[in-house]
C-alpha cells in the first residue's frame, strides 16, 4: 500500500509529510509526494514557486520541490503531475484536486496525507484542495492542520 501526500511546499503540506514518513515507519508502507504544477504562471506565483521575474517552467518548479521533499522525507518517491484534460470551466484548484483523487486511485493510496487548515470545516474555500480530496470514499485521509 502506498502512503501519498500532495506537496505544494507550503508548510502544512510539509508537515504532511513529516507525518506521512513517521506513520510509514510503523506501517512499511511507501510514501509517494505528488506535487501537481497546472500549466498556470499565475497560480505557481500564488504557491511562491516562483518570483514575478522568474520564467514559467513546470519542469524546473518540480525540481526545486523533489530537493525539498529529499532534505524532509529522503525516502519518500516523489512525483508531479502536470493536469492534462483541463477544462475551461474548471479552476486550477479543481484541476489539482482531480490530478491528486486519480493518483490517489491509481497509486492504490491507503491513506492521503493532506495540509490543509480549512479541509473538514463546515465551509471551506474554494481555493483549498483539502475538503474535495478528504470526500473521496477511496482512501482514508489525515489532515494536518498545524505546521
Not at 108 to 129: K, L, Q, T, Y
Amino acid at each position: 500500500m502506498t502512503l501519498l501526500v500532495p506537496f505544494d511546499g507550503s508548510a502544512l503540506s510539509e508537515a504532511a509529510l513529516e507525518r506521512a514518513t513517521e506513520f510509514a515507519e510503523f506501517t512499511g508502507e511507501d510514501v509517494l509526494v505528488l506535487t501537481v504544477v497546472p500549466d498556470e504562471p499565475e497560480y505557481a506565483l500564488s504557491r511562491n514557486w516562483l518570483d514575478a521575474n522568474d520564467p514559467f517552467d513546470p519542469d524546473a518548479i518540480a525540481e526545486r520541490l523533489r530537493e525539498r521533499v529529499a532534505d524532509i522525507a529522503p525516502g519518500a518517491d516523489f512525483r508531479y503531475e502536470i493536469p492534462e484534460d483541463v477544462s475551461s470551466m474548471a479552476s486550477c484548484t479543481t484541476d489539482v484536486i482531480r490530478t491528486i483523487r486519480t493518483v490517489a486511485h491509481e497509486v492504490g493510496a491507503s491513506i492521503v496525507f493532506i495540509g490543509s487548515e480549512n479541509a473538514g470545516r463546515v465551509s471551506s474555500p474554494v481555493s483549498s484542495v483539502g475538503a474535495p480530496v478528504s470526500e473521496d470514499p477511496g482512501y482514508d485521509v489525515y489532515i494536518t492542520r498545524h505546521a
